[in-house]
């Protein structure tokens, strides 16, 4: 385990939570996402990673045309950056607590294969891979991912070519991802993503991280990121560990305190952070040769 030496810095543009009213800068409309994205690579994103939001309420889609005209706009503009669509949308269950079998509003769960008719749409570089269920946040909000499902996505990303990134929320999932290698349901190199700091999965803690970095299968390539304020910290935290980083507003809105910050503003602080430690940050070619994408067409 050394300082990794050339990070690859991966921007989380939008996400899929409630954060639309609480910062004028979190994008909306494709445009908007498309327009962070570029802003997010130029200053040193070699990834950009797109959920894609209702146009008119902000409120979180998995709706295939918003993410094509995503996609079409970066492209246009000749933006060299690595592609990551999530496909984790479609795992949301809101149980009522007295009546479990009854869903709530915000319900939104379908099986594996629905999760990825943008990914075959598009076939983007990396897609995500949500690798377990989990209790999300306070309530009765859950996360569902079933082994089943995780087997049949898998296998269908696999099938299309594409690079699954693989969401790590605790070390059962780590667990669990290590199982779908062993079965051939991942191509190598494996890249992980380890989320931390998300209620209730795995805390911000480095003791934590630097488990599940010693969990992680021979060759794997991974990244790491925290919650809020924890963002910058994991910057150092990740790299230190040899891994790679992840920022954005998904994650965290603030710049500093009372400072809300832009996409681009949060890459530029993760690229001093990346050369402060003595590193240097991977260029969209080098992180595809490193994750094992196709060359950039």
């Not at 230190?240 to 809300?260: I, T």
Request: net charge negative; proline share 7%.
């Amino acid at each position: 385990m050394s300082v990794n030496q050339n990070v690859i810095i991966t921007c989380a543009l939008t996400g899929a939570g409630d954060t639309v009213g609480r910062s004028p800068h979190v994008p909306v409309t494709p445009e908007q996402i498309a327009a962070s994205a570029v802003e997010a690579a130029g200053a040193g994103a070699a990834v950009v990673h797109i959920h894609v939001r209702d146009p008119e309420t902000g409120a979180p889609s998995r709706e295939p045309r918003l993410y094509r005209e995503v996609v079409e706009r970066i492209r246009e503009t000749g933006t060299d950056v690595v592609i990551n669509l999530t496909a984790g949308m479609g795992g949301d269950l809101v149980i009522d607590p007295e009546a479990p079998l009854r869903h709530l509003p915000g319900t939104d769960l379908v099986g594996g294969l629905e999760r990825l008719p943008h990914v075959e749409d598009l076939l983007p570089d990396i897609c995500t891979l949500d690798c377990g269920s989990l209790n999300f946040g306070d309530g009765s909000n859950l996360y569902v991912s079933t082994p089943d499902m995780l087997r049949t996505g898998a296998r269908r990303i696999q099938e299309l070519g594409v690079r699954p990134e693989l969401e790590i929320f605790d070390t059962g999932q780590l667990w669990f991802a290590k199982q779908l290698l062993a079965e051939g349901l991942l191509d190598d190199p494996a890249v992980f993503q380890l989320c931390m700091g998300v209620p209730w999965g795995a805390p911000a803690d480095p003791g934590v991280l630097m488990s599940m970095v010693n969990m992680l299968p021979e060759g794997a390539r991974w990244a790491s990121f925290a919650l809020g304020r924890m963002q910058m910290p994991w910057v150092a935290q990740s790299i230190l560990l040899g891994g790679h980083v992840r920022v954005g507003l998904e994650d965290n809105l603030y710049l500093a305190k009372g400072v809300k910050a832009t996409n681009g503003q949060l890459v530029e602080r993760a690229v001093r952070i990346t050369e402060s430690l003595g590193s240097r940050v991977a260029t969209p070619d080098e992180a595809r040769e490193q994750l094992g994408l196709r060359p950039r067409a």
